[in-house]
């Protein structure tokens, strides 16, 4: 059984692993993360997203081994404890959440989309989100929240 090393939300990890182990069960059931969640185990609704070195991955139908040697960012790793990430006080702020169940999923698509576009418009927004189902809002709040959170950031850093 390989040995899986990994860094996720700025911490080592060591972990045996099946070859056909994904990461999802990973983060999950060996490291106790529990913010990626289990909805279609496709690759189809967003719930498991995570950053994968800064990029987007649905991990459910990611192999837990593409990710020897690099960093995984999930929900719990967007802020340092006690904090919030400005995504995640704009989602508070502007309702961008109702259940919950897809909130970690679309905070981690806005992430990904804000670090490569600062000021994305409306159709951006909706395209980075795409993935990303959610059966309680209707997408206007999320939307309205991700945006919020890329003129609060632009505010912050002027």
């Known amino acids: ?38 909805g ?52 508070h702020e502007h309702y961008g959440s109702q259940c919950g169940f897809c909130t970690p999923g679309m905070l981690l698509a806005a992430k990904a989309l804000l670090d490569e576009n600062p000021n994305p418009t409306e159709d951006e927004v909706k395209e980075a989100i795409a993935g990303n189902l959610c059966r309680c809002t209707g997408y206007v709040k999320i939307i309205e929240s991700i945006r919020a959170a890329a003129a609060e950031m632009a505010t912050a850093k002027a």
């Open 40 to 91: 279609c185990n496709t690759g189809d609704c967003g719930t498991c997203s995570v950053l994968l070195e800064d990029k987007l991955v649905r991990s459910c139908i990611t192999v837990a081994l593409v990710a020897q040697g690099k960093e995984v960012t999930t929900v719990e790793g967007l802020a340092a404890p006690g904090e919030l990430h400005p995504l995640q006080k704009a989602f």
């Open 1 to 38: 059984m390989p040995m899986l090393e990994l860094r996720v939300n700025g911490r080592d990890y060591r972990v045996l692993v099946e070859p056909t182990t994904t990461l999802l069960e990973v983060l999950r059931e060996k490291l106790l993360i529990i913010s990626p969640k289990v």
